[in-house]
């Protein structure tokens, strides 16, 4: 019996006609199906959501919203294991990482926001009046309304809490749409909801597609006052597009192609091991991922045999080994576009370090959505391999003499999301941290995350920021109250 994940609308699951397979990127087989929201399912997620903002959800307390999201971080935690093996069913994705970042972060998104939104202020002036008596303004903190929050398949949990949770402590209510590839977490989120004792109608989720689909009618909805997308950046132009008709304000976190630096003065180890992570993490799949090394000449040679030696360790076991470090893509279209890249670095020139192919296994893996992991040096700047978005366990390297001359390089590039810095000169640090065009600049470490710090790309690779008091600017609205004295 496939599982089955269907809409959840106004505190109730909701089951449709047209059935999405859900398949098992460790064997490639369909394991469930989920319920594709039509236009009707929609409008009732979005009229729900409406209406709970007038409900007990509108005037209730700050300190009981606050109590509600704290008790759904702890029945997050309570049911850590089933959000664990959904997450892990759903993408196919190493037990140990999931464990790890994906589900406590996904509890923790609503401790935090729990937190940042007690401890946040507004502005007050006050004015000169031509009467001599003077006014007070002050600023008054709303809820936006009913926020849509689509979400990608790469860190499911993670990203959409990363979202839901501040859009609630702002007071909004929410229609979520996951990825079409990972229905998993989102739903078994919805039970959670109702067993906290969210009201019904303040947190809805409908599944499906993005085009002609529910990510469609979601984000084109006339009722949907804020849109929150993560995903790429060509889906992005898309929902800007619809968006433009009801003005929809925006939060875009978007696609990148991400630069890693490393100095000879850095700490050798040091900074394999943090490049090696920025690779080949989440099989290349986090918006964070480094796909572009650049390495001073001096250390140059050395440093790709280092890598080399790291992606050949990696074991590419089933998910529940604990030895296994490197999963499977997310779906076999995935795996056909990486694969295209791995073909198309060749007739680019690359060397290939190692990996360029699909590993075999002689057991039920190679039914599912493996790729190699794989190094490239040689490529020339302006090649394909080195200026897209891959979005897979692969990276180029290449060599550098100056600090201008990298400083160049890594921004040579129509996104700017992320990225780290490799150097013992602190001097130099600063320098480059502050030159590189990227809204995150990391050095000497990489994917830290202090959930209260400003995140978002800057070029192609998005809108705005979100993270700690970022996150309640966006999902709020502030309006100013003038008082005449
Ligand atoms: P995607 O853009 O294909 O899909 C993301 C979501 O948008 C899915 O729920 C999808 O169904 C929906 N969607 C697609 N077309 C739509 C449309 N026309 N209207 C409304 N919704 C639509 O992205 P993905 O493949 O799920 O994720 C991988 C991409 O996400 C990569 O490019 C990666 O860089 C990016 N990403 C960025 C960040 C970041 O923080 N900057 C984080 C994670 C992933
Ligand atoms: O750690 C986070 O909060 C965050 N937004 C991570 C993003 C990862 C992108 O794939």
Known sequence: MPKEFKNYVNGQFVASTKKIEIINPVNGQVYGVSHEADQ???????????????????????????????????RVDERFDEFLGAEVADTGKPYSLARRIDIPRGAANFRVFADTIASISTESFQM???????????????????????????????????????AMACGNTIVVKPSEETPATTTLLAEVMGEVGIPP????????????????????HKDIDAITFTGETTTGKAIMRVAAENVTPLSFELGGKNP????????????????????????????????????ERPIFDKFVAAMKVRAEDLNTGFPEETQTSLGPLISKEHQQKVLGYYDLAVQEGA???TGGGVPEFGDERDNGFYVQPTIWTGLAEDSRCVKEEIFGPVCHITPFDSEEEVVD?????????????????????????AALECGINYVNCWFLRDLRTPFGGVKMSGIGREGGVHSINFYSELVNICVKL
């Open 201 to 220: 109608g303040v947190f809805n989720v409908v599944h499906g597609y993005g085009p002609d689909s529910a990510g469609e009618f979601l984000t084109r």
């Open 260 to 295: 890693g630096i490393v100095f000879a003065d850095a700490n050798f180890d040091d900074a394999v091991d943090g490049i090696a992570r920025a690779v080949f993490t989440n099989t290349g799949q986090v918006c964070l991922s480094t796909e572009r090394v650049y390495v």
């Open 409 to 433: 390089l890594a921004n040579d590039c129509v996104y700017g999301l992320m990225s780290s810095t490799w150097t013992t000169d602190l001097s130099k640090a600063h320098r480059v941290g």
């Open 128 to 166: 000169d009046t031509p009467d001599e008596q003077g006014a007070i303004n002050y600023a008054i903190r709303k809820p936006l309304g009913v926020i849509a929050v689509v979400s990608p398949w790469n860190l499911p949990l993670l990203l959409m809490t990363w979202k839901v949770a501040p």
């Open 40 to 74: 009707q399912i929609v409008d009732a997620a979005v009229a729900a959501a409406k209406a709970a903002l007038k409900g007990e959800w509108g005037s209730m307390t700050l300190a009981r919203r606050r109590e509600l999201l704290c008790k759904l971080a702890d």
């Open 351 to 353: 060397k290939v370090v």
